[in-house]
C-alpha cells in the first residue's frame, strides 16, 4: 500500500527567507507525487507534479520541488517566502486510480 | 469559468437523517472523486468513478454510497449518518485522457457536521 509523511505541522518562516515543506512517500513501483495547497475556505489548488524526468519540478506562484528517489522524498522549495504563501500544503501520491495524501503542513510567513 | 461545484456548502443534520451533497463539474472530466478531510489525517478517499456508471471504493467507503448517472454529476449520499462522518469533504474531477496522472480539480468543500 502507498503512503505519504508530512513530518512537520507547521513550518515557520520570515517573508523573503528561503521554504522547504517536507514529504516522503512510500509505493511500489514508479511515484507518481503531487503537491497541492489549501488557502482558507478554499479547495485544493494543483501546485505540481512529478511524474518522469527532470529531478527538480517547476511549478506554480515560484515554488519547486525536488524528487529524490533514494530517499524516497519530494519536498517543496521557494527561494524567497511570501506572506501570501501561508497555507496548508498537502503532498500526495498517485496509485492506481487512487491519489493518497499525507497529513498537510501548515505554513506560517511572517512579515 | 471551469469550476466543480458543491451543494451545499455547509450542513448541520441529525444521526439517522439521510442526506445528499451534490457535486457537479463543468469540463468534460471523465473522473470524479470524493474526499474527506480530518485535522492531522490529511484527505482521504471515499469513493472515486472512472467514467459513467463506474465507480469504485477509495480508502474509506464505509458508511456512503455515490452514483454516476451523468458525466458532470457525481452525488455522495450519507444513507444513516453518524456523528463520527463529521467532516469537511470534497469533490475533486480530472481529465483521463493524455496522463492517468493528471493533475485534480476540487470544489470548495462542504462542511458537514452530524448531531
Known amino acids: 500500500a502507498q503512503s505519504v509523511a508530512q513530518p512537520e505541522d507547521q513550518v515557520n518562516v520570515a517573508e523573503g527567507n528561503p521554504l522547504t515543506v517536507k514529504c516522503t512517500y512510500s509505493v511500489s513501483g514508479n511515484p507518481y507525487l503531487f503537491w497541492y495547497v489549501q488557502y482558507p475556505n478554499r479547495g485544493l489548488q494543483f501546485l505540481l507534479k512529478y511524474i518522469t524526468g527532470d529531478n527538480l519540478v517547476k511549478g506554480s506562484y515560484g515554488f519547486e520541488a525536488e524528487f529524490n528517489k533514494s530517499q524516497t522524498s519530494f519536498h517543496l522549495k521557494k527561494p524567497s517566502a511570501l506572506v501570501s504563501d501561508s497555507a496548508l500544503y498537502f503532498c500526495a501520491v498517485n496509485y492506481g486510480n487512487m491519489l493518497t495524501f499525507g497529513g498537510g503542513t501548515r505554513l506560517m510567513v511572517k512579515p | 469559468e471551469a469550476q466543480v461545484t458543491q451543494n451545499p456548502r455547509y450542513l448541520i443534520t441529525v444521526t439517522g437523517k439521510k442526506l445528499t451533497v451534490t457535486c457537479s463539474q463543468n469540463?468534460?472530466?471523465?473522473?470524479m472523486s470524493w474526499y474527506r478531510q480530518d485535522p492531522g489525517l490529511g484527505l482521504r478517499q471515499i469513493y472515486y468513478?472512472?467514467?459513467?456508471?463506474?465507480?469504485d471504493k477509495g480508502d474509506v467507503p464505509e458508511g456512503y454510497k455515490v452514483s454516476r448517472k451523468e458525466k458532470r454529476n457525481f452525488p455522495l449520499i450519507l444513507e444513516s449518518p453518524s456523528p463520527n462522518q463529521t467532516s469537511l469533504y470534497f469533490c475533486?474531477?480530472?481529465?483521463?485522457?493524455?496522463?492517468?496522472?493528471?493533475?485534480?480539480?476540487f470544489g470548495p468543500g462542504t462542511r458537514l457536521t452530524v448531531l
Open positions: 475533486a474531477s480530472r481529465w483521463t485522457s493524455g496522463s492517468p496522472y493528471n493533475e485534480q480539480f
Open positions: 468513478s472512472m467514467n459513467v456508471e463506474v465507480t
Open positions: 469540463m468534460n472530466h471523465e473522473y
